[in-house]
């Protein structure tokens, strides 16, 4: 595609109205240091750059000076530089600067210069990041702190002093209590109960009585369980018993094995049954649980005294 596309240019028409036309691509050097003096202004065939005293303000920050600016514009224009774009350019190069803005962690202030300059020549206020900001004023890198430490080690009896420039005064006795947490907020009442939890805890208390008077009958494909004994299912006939109990509402007999190999028979209401557990309200705990299938040893159903 390359003899399809313009050949890119080195040069911009400058005009009156503190705007340049680049009648085509421009080559890199050129389009890079434009695009800092200038904003564009409007794209397609030729692109218009306006310059304004925000644009040229940014040239100058990176590092150009005003006969850097001109000289370019010089160099590069196939029109004379405009009279008002170049009396831009010099009103904000001479005013670019005289404001300085920088960041001090802290100071030093002095009505004696000459201890300041003591100071200044000290190799041991090398670590302090100290330099002058006026003849009673130095500026330095390190912590408030850090810069009292290391004045005194140096022989100088400095004071702290505050914002306002008021001398800090400190009690040598003077203890802080260390912040205390907020203690968490007391909720305005009892949370709301949850609709499935409150009818699996309704279930349960069904369940319960029905577990102290009706027999139990084993599941589908295993023996009648044996009192004091754990009842024995497969894995799959226990899962199956299990989502069959949710969906009914029926209360089941389990024998569990805990994780240190504890066992214990629980009656449990079945409420849901998702990832390899099953979440029930058990009510030998009175509270509702949530087990892991794989500890389950088997399931029987509580039949009522009818069955």
Same mark, same amino acid.
């Given at each position: 595609m390359a003899p399809l596309l313009p050949e890119p240019l080195d040069h911009?028409?400058?005009? %009156?109205?503190l705007t340049a036309v680049a009648p085509g +691509?421009? &080559? &890199?050097?050129? !389009?890079?240091?434009?695009?800092?003096?200038?904003?564009?202004?409007?794209?397609?065939?030729?692109?218009?750059?306006? #310059?304004? *005293?925000?644009?040229? =303000?940014?040239?100058?920050?990176?590092?150009?000076?005003?006969a850097d600016l001109?000289? #370019?514009?010089?160099?590069?224009?196939?029109?004379?530089? +405009?009279?008002?774009?170049?009396?831009l350019i010099? $009103?904000?190069? &001479?005013?670019h600067g005289h404001l300085r803005v920088g960041a001090a962690s802290a100071y030093v202030r002095? $009505?004696? $210069? !000459?201890? @300041?300059?003591?100071?200044? /020549?000290?190799?041991?206020?090398a670590g302090l990041g100290l330099r002058r900001l006026a003849p009673t004023v130095l500026a330095a890198q390190a912590d408030p702190a850090g810069l009292l430490e290391g004045l005194r080690a140096m022989g100088f009896a400095p004071a702290a002093e505050s914002a306002e420039g008021d001398v800090l005064i400190t009690r040598a006795d003077a203890h802080r209590t260390p912040p205390r947490t907020p203690p968490e907020p007391v909720p305005d009442g009892p949370p709301v109960p949850d609709d499935t939890l409150l009818s699996? /805890?309704?279930?349960a208390i069904r369940a319960g009585d029905l577990a102290s008077t009706a027999? =139990?009958? *084993?599941?589908?494909g295993a023996g009648a369980p044996v009192p004091g004994e754990l009842p &024995?299912?497969? +894995?799959?006939?226990?899962?199956?018993?299990?989502?069959?109990?949710?969906?009914?509402?029926?209360? @089941?007999?389990?024998?569990?094995?805990? %994780?240190?190999?504890?066992?214990?028979?629980?009656v449990i209401a079945p409420v849901r049954v998702e990832g390899g557990f099953v979440t029930a309200y058990d009510h030998t705990a009175d509270e509702v649980r949530t087990y892991p299938l794989h500890r389950i040893t088997g399931v029987a159903e509580l039949a009522d005294e009818a069955g």
């Amino acid at each position: 595609m390359a003899p399809l596309l313009p050949e890119p240019l080195d040069h911009v028409l400058l005009q %009156a109205d503190l705007t340049a036309v680049a009648p085509g +691509p421009l &080559r &890199r050097p050129l !389009a890079d240091l434009l695009g800092v003096l200038a904003d564009v202004e409007s794209k397609g065939g030729a692109t218009v750059y306006r #310059f304004t *005293p925000g644009s040229v =303000r940014r040239a100058l920050d990176s590092g150009r000076t005003a006969a850097d600016l001109h000289a #370019f514009l010089a160099a590069h224009s196939r029109t004379p530089v +405009p009279q008002p774009l170049a009396y831009l350019i010099d $009103d904000v190069a &001479r005013r670019h600067g005289h404001l300085r803005v920088g960041a001090a962690s802290a100071y030093v202030r002095c $009505d004696d $210069d !000459a201890m @300041l300059s003591e100071i200044l /020549a000290d190799r041991r206020a090398a670590g302090l990041g100290l330099r002058r900001l006026a003849p009673t004023v130095l500026a330095a890198q390190a912590d408030p702190a850090g810069l009292l430490e290391g004045l005194r080690a140096m022989g100088f009896a400095p004071a702290a002093e505050s914002a306002e420039g008021d001398v800090l005064i400190t009690r040598a006795d003077a203890h802080r209590t260390p912040p205390r947490t907020p203690p968490e907020p007391v909720p305005d009442g009892p949370p709301v109960p949850d609709d499935t939890l409150l009818s699996a /805890a309704i279930r349960a208390i069904r369940a319960g009585d029905l577990a102290s008077t009706a027999p =139990r009958k *084993p599941s589908p494909g295993a023996g009648a369980p044996v009192p004091g004994e754990l009842p &024995r299912t497969s +894995p799959a006939e226990t899962l199956a018993t299990v989502q069959a109990a949710v969906l009914t509402g029926e209360a @089941l007999w389990i024998g569990y094995v805990n %994780a240190e190999g504890a066992a214990s028979q629980r009656v449990i209401a079945p409420v849901r049954v998702e990832g390899g557990f099953v979440t029930a309200y058990d009510h030998t705990a009175d509270e509702v649980r949530t087990y892991p299938l794989h500890r389950i040893t088997g399931v029987a159903e509580l039949a009522d005294e009818a069955g």
